[in-house]
């Protein structure tokens, strides 16, 4: 148990850190992620409101089908294109991508790259 609560405070100070500086508008809204053990979650957050624009996750419903038989990374993929379409319905083109105090390699580049890929500039 020891090991899981330093990694956790670990990332905890550094997400304080980079959240620091990192900060949503309504022009320009962070794009946060969150990984469990099973699931990957992606918001759009307007920090000055304390508000969330829009969340996708690997528990929505209508992605479940898509989502069948793929790994963590690829569904990591299918959701950062999926809330960057709505991101782009809504009218927000660009984002700030907030790690979340993660490294930048696995699901939360795949998440990143899906986002990408879908239109949004990170």
């Known amino acids: 148990m020891k090991k899981n609560r330093v990694k956790k405070q670990r990332r905890d100070k550094i997400r304080r850190r980079v959240r620091a500086t990192v900060k949503g508008t309504a022009e320009r ?6 990984k469990s053990s099973k699931h990957v979650y992606l918001q ?11 969340s996708v996750s690997t528990k929505s419903a209508d992605l479940q089908s898509e989502l069948k038989d793929k790994t963590s990374v690829e569904s990591a ?35 990143a790259d899906g986002a990408r890929e879908g239109g949004l500039d990170l």
């Open 29 to 34: 809204p962070r794009l946060s992620i969150f």
């Open 44 to 54: 759009l957050i307007n920090d000055r409101e304390n508000a969330t624009i829009l």
């Open 77 to 111: 993929k299918i959701i950062g294109g999926e809330i960057a379409k709505a991101a782009i319905d809504q009218g927000f083109k660009k984002v700030v991508f907030d790690r979340s105090g993660y490294k930048y390699h696995g699901i939360v580049k795949a998440a």
